[in-house]
């Protein structure tokens, strides 16, 4: 039997990272191809991270309703997508999730969910992601639960060959050797408190980052979302038939879009306020954060008074969590007012991540793929959120491309001698100086956290607070690179714990800086990126902020080639 000391060994064909929805979707993909597949997980495969909290909708749209769907999504999203992407996805989405078989009905929440999300096809969370377990797990696939990856493995030519990490509750390290690797960890969140979010620390990312992948979109990467005082209840689809007033009881909005955030365009409901779209943004978006700019006069009250009276037993059968803090309140929430805070959710909700270079989902680096918040979302949604339908579609289809890819490269490889492999990680791993004391993570944590998590700072952004919460990055990060790692040994629960804690410090650390450096380089408000001292949005800033490196981050700008969507496009198709 082999002792908690001794490390795991393992062999495969193709390596995912992650265990949610992308994650799953990818490995049965590649085990459908004929690989062997292991998947290890920071937390449960199927129960931890946000989507086995949520409702879980999927943009599910019918061929002939694609054209203004398309249309609709870029425009709220400033016009930064680009149709083939959103073509394929919806096609993939399409042929895909069916698949399942799984039951979507509610009862009385038919009325909800049209107005709110025409193009979703909805189910339960918790139901969704136990069945995509049990089929990864019923395929052949390895799960190694409680075992999140610290670094990847790299060989002689620079390829992405294998991953190593922990087994939390074995106190022992594993190392895989493999074929292709799947990176689907999720995006980042700084342990801000919204639900099921403290596994998102951007692991993924610097992962990503040490082998040479770029990043994009990084700049949409604020993303509040709306949570009861005192809640993490943050999911949030309900707050669309929200009317939200201040401590007066004067209305500061009306309605509610989940597209851009708390600190977006506001509206977005039919006949209850100003949807959000890119002519209101140029008018000046930054002048639309009415949420945001109320939170931080005083108080922000809600009530769910928009909601048809018919829908409200089918809004609780569809998603009771939402409901069970405020019935421990004693708060009617379509009848009382009650108060709201705003939560960061980061790159969860928001758009940033790894910048693929192909259709695939292929990093550019041979042997890494990345699939679902992993990977950047700008070309499906461009700036605004894509959470709920667009984001788990996009689980389905970027989980299906890369795992079929990377079955297909590491199969095609044939049998492989067994070199060595050097890791890949740094900072939080190995330091450069002398280490720090044991739990230095907890005080970093909250230093990079008090620079990324206000709304102040980061909802509503200027250049001079990008500025000075950069310096304070900046310190944070000498200090992670310099003297962070997880205590000396190799074995034990304590000490395979605070390995991951370092490793999860440096990750939020990496991503804040990412975060705020693409956020100056766009020099204009657009979607969920507000600048108070850019408050419109600027034609000429329709292109990608990428961004390369770990320690001294370079900002390069990359022009979009696909013209604006619009109808016309639509229009001359049909014709040819």
Request: with cysteine.
């Amino acid at each position: 039997m082999t002792s908690a000391a001794e490390p795991l060994e393992v062999d495969t064909d193709v390596l995912v990272i992650g265990g949610g929805p992308a994650a799953t979707w990818a490995a049965l993909t590649a085990r459908s191809e004929g690989a062997r597949v292991t998947l290890v997980d920071k937390g449960m495969c199927g129960s931890s991270g946000v989507a086995p909290a949520a409702t879980v909708g999927h943009w599910w749209v019918e061929p002939a309703k694609r054209e203004q769907a398309i249309i609709e999504r870029d425009e709220v999203g400033g016009n930064l997508s680009e149709r083939s992407w959103m073509l394929a996805l919806l096609e993939e989405t399409w042929r895909r999730w069916p698949e399942l078989g799984l039951t979507h009905g509610y009862p009385a929440g038919g009325i909800f969910r049209r107005m709110a999300s025409p193009g979703a096809r909805y189910c339960q969370g918790p139901i969704y992601l136990r069945e995509m377990r049990r089929r990864v797990s019923h395929s052949g696939v390895r799960i190694l639960d409680h075992s999140p990856a610290l670094e990847l493995l790299l060989d002689a030519d620079g390829a992405v060959a294998g991953a190593a990490g922990v087994q939390r509750q074995k106190g022992r390290p594993w190392r895989i050797r493999a074929g292709a690797v799947v990176l689907a960890t999720g995006g980042c969140a700084w342990k801000s408190g919204s639900l099921g979010s403290n596994v998102n620390t951007g692991d993924g990312y610097l992962m990503a980052a040490e082998v040479g992948v770029s990043l994009s979109g990084m700049e949409f990467s604020n993303y509040y979302g709306i949570v009861p005082k005192g809640s993490s209840m943050d999911k949030n689809g309900f707050n669309m038939v929200s009317t939200f007033y201040d401590a007066d009881g004067n209305i500061v909005q009306s309605g509610w879009s989940g597209a851009a955030g708390a600190s977006g365009p506001g509206g977005g409901l039919p006949g209850t306020g100003p949807a959000p779209s890119i002519s209101g943004a140029r008018a000046g978006t930054g002048q639309k954060a009415a949420l945001i700019r109320a939170h931080l006069q005083g108080p922000v009250f809600q009530r769910l008074d928009l909601a048809p009276p018919q829908a409200r037993e089918g809004m609780r059968a569809q998603m009771p969590n939402f409901f069970v803090s405020l019935d421990r309140l004693g708060i009617d929430p379509f009848l009382d007012r009650y108060e709201i805070d705003f939560v960061n959710e980061g790159t969860v909700r928001g758009t940033g991540g790894a910048r693929v270079v192909d259709d695939t989902c292929w990093t550019g680096v041979p042997g890494l793929w990345v699939a679902g918040d992993t990977a950047s979302r700008e070309a499906i949604v461009g700036g605004a959120s894509g959470a709920g339908a667009p984001n788990a579609a996009w689980t389905i289809s970027s989980g299906t491309w890369s795992g079929r890819a990377a079955a297909a490269h590491a199969l095609g490889r044939g049998a492989r001698p067994a070199a060595e492999l050097s890791g890949a990680g740094h900072a939080g791993l190995r330091p450069a100086g002398t280490p720090l004391p044991r739990g230095s993570w907890r005080q970093l944590t909250v230093a990079i956290q008090d620079e990324i998590n206000p709304p102040a700072k980061n909802g509503l952004r200027s250049g001079a607070k990008l500025d000075a919460s950069l310096r304070e990055l900046d310190l944070v990060w000498d200090t992670i690179r310099d003297g962070l790692a997880g205590p000396d040994g190799s074995s034990g629960e304590a000490t395979v714990r605070e390995q991951v804690w370092a490793r999860e410090t440096a990750a939020m650390a990496a991503s804040a800086r990412w975060a705020y450096l693409s956020a100056l380089a766009r020099t204009e408000s657009r979607a969920m990126h507000v600048r108070e001292d850019f408050p419109s949005t600027d034609p000429g800033q329709r292109h990608r902020v990428v961004i390369s490196g770990v320690d001294a981050p370079q900002v390069t700008l990359e022009e979009i080639q696909d013209p604006v969507i619009s109808a016309f496009d639509f229009a001359d198709e049909a014709a040819a």
